[in-house]
DNA sequence: AGAACCTAGGTGCAATACGCATCTAGATGC
DNA sequence: GCATCTAGATGCGTATTGCACCTAGGTTCT
């Protein structure tokens, strides 16, 4: 995941935050890759790099949580048409599960005021 | 973030997810890095890397988000205690309602019965 | 004494992931 | 022809990561 970059932002989503992304946004239907670079920089989430997005589509046909096929029935370049595919909805779900022993976890510490100095640095 | 292993599993969380792990960790109270590998380990969300903790722990010192100081108090070999700082705070703050957005557009997505098709693969 | 083990932090290296720029190629408009 | 948009992909230098290994203080057992 990209780092700080100098101040207190988080980076972009990228990994496992990004192959989960994508995963959800194909639960319901097909999608391709340069639509799927679109609509997640419209969903403001951060700015998306091209090249992660098109090589993390390939990773996840690669490890089958995704398939696809080429798609020449509209005008222009062919398209990419990926699907999720079972494994990937149980990716998704398990991820959704850690996300949010992840976040509840945070969320136990931020809550628990100061039990001990509550130092303020 | 670590990628998939040939299965469905989510890998572990690092990268910026690490981080706001061990920020967490270190609201309220000082801790040392052997101390945060054994509980994090502990607390179930998958086994961490020894290394990966450790350098996670010296580049938030970098980036401010964490102080140390080194404590010779106790017998056996010193320990690198560290503190959260306000930046870390902030981080850690900015970071749950980036997981906010996330999990939440997940969901979002987990739960809109197919509209069109509800292929089941 | 010294061997074995635990605590505590750290490093070296190969593999992977990432951001950015660039490239190919079809289609459309001028 | 030439510019532009769509669509996918790659090359390259850097950053992260997992794994194994190392240093060093301390305790226990023999």
């Avoid at 990419?80 to 022993?101: E, I, K, S």
């Avoid at 628990?112 to 640095?121: I, L, Y």
Wanted: glycine share 10%; hydrophobic share 35%; net charge negative.
């Amino acid at each position: 995941m990209s780092e700080q970059n100098g101040n207190e932002t988080p980076g972009q989503p990228t990994g496992d935050m990004l192959n989960a992304q994508l995963l959800a946004m194909l639960k319901d239907w097909s999608a391709y890759g340069y639509e799927l670079v679109q609509r997640l920089n419209e969903m403001g989430m951060g700015h998306y790099n091209k090249g992660s997005i098109y090589r993390a589509l390939r990773q996840l046909e690669q490890t089958g949580l995704v398939c696809s096929i080429w798609d020449t029935s509209a005008s222009g370049p062919a398209r990419r048409m990926y699907q999720l595919t079972q494994p990937g909805l149980l990716f998704l779900q398990n991820w959704l599960a850690l996300v949010d022993m992840h976040r509840d976890m945070i969320q136990r510490f931020l809550d628990a005021a100061g039990r001990q100095g509550n130092r303020e640095d």
